[in-house]
């Protein structure tokens, strides 16, 4: 998939703050507007981002149709073993996608 | 004309009242907090919820709430609950944080449905809730508007 952005730092000391920012292409429907035909349009969100280290979860967001088009996220974590970080979408419609970046730590 | 004029106030009263009550209130809002609160006495402060006092697009506002923690095993922030008072819905996100997080601090972006309350909350890991609230302006408001 390459509609998925993520910014963080590709190495790190050990004991670090680091930032991790996504940002992920998806209408985020709300359910609450209607169409040309005046019907209204099936809610279609994002409903959670899941990010883990090394198979350690680290950070997770539950999301409701407030948040914006094309969700953005950014948080915090301590960087304390070199590896392997999964980010991973889940939501409506079957939406589920995960990217991984690699993160050194020395 | 006569027909014309009745078909405008039809027009105008289907594409108003739907709308109306689907609103959340700020009663609703209340409602979702204690949700999530329960009976614990939620105060003011160590949170900073950051957002634009005045926005020309409701349909994506930055959102930055930080709190005030140190972030270890025997005392951080478990979660961040952001809430909204005039939205269809009162939820904006529920972020799960832990001592791996190392800074209690989240950004995103939000629809904001019209000038409002946004109120952030902070819950610790010894169960005790801090909030916040900021007070936003909106121009053009973002979820009601319908593809036409």
Do not use: Y
Not at chain 1, 68 to 78: E, G, H, K, L, Y
Not at chain 2, 10 to 18: E, Q, S
Request: net charge neutral; aromatic share 6%.
């Amino acid at each position: 998939m390459t509609n998925v952005l993520i910014n963080a730092p590709k190495t790190a000391k050990s004991g670090e703050l680091i930032e991790i920012k996504a940002l992920i292409l998806h209408p985020m429907e709300t359910g609450f507007r209607a169409g040309t035909n005046g019907r209204l349009i099936p809610r279609n969100i994002i409903e959670r981002f899941v990010a883990t280290w090394n198979q350690t979860e680290i950070f997770s967001i539950a999301f409701s149709p407030a948040i914006a088009a094309n969700p953005f996220v950014s948080f915090f974590t301590v960087a304390r073993q070199s590896g392997t970080v999964r980010l991973r979408w889940t939501g409506d419609e079957g939406f589920n996608v995960e990217e991984q970046i690699a993160i050194t730590v020395g | 004309m006569s027909s014309r004029r009745a078909f405008l106030a039809g027009a105008a009263a289907i594409t108003v009242v739907p709308f109306a009550a689907a609103r959340a209130t700020p009663a609703a809002m209340a409602a979702a907090i204690r949700e999530v609160t329960g009976d614990a006495a939620v105060r003011e402060g160590r949170v900073t919820l950051d957002m634009p006092p005045l926005v020309e697009n409701g349909n994506a506002v930055p959102l930055t709430v930080s709190v005030e923690s140190p972030m270890t095993e025997a005392d951080h922030i478990k979660a961040i609950h952001v809430f909204n008072e005039k939205n269809p819905q009162p939820h904006v996100l529920d972020a799960r944080l832990s001592p791996l997080n190392g800074r209690a601090q989240i950004a995103t972006r939000i629809k904001l449905a019209d000038s409002q309350k946004v109120v952030a909350i902070a819950e610790t890991s010894s169960g005790e809730f801090f909030s916040a609230s900021a007070d936003v302006i909106v121009t053009l408001a973002a979820c009601i508007e319908d593809i036409t």
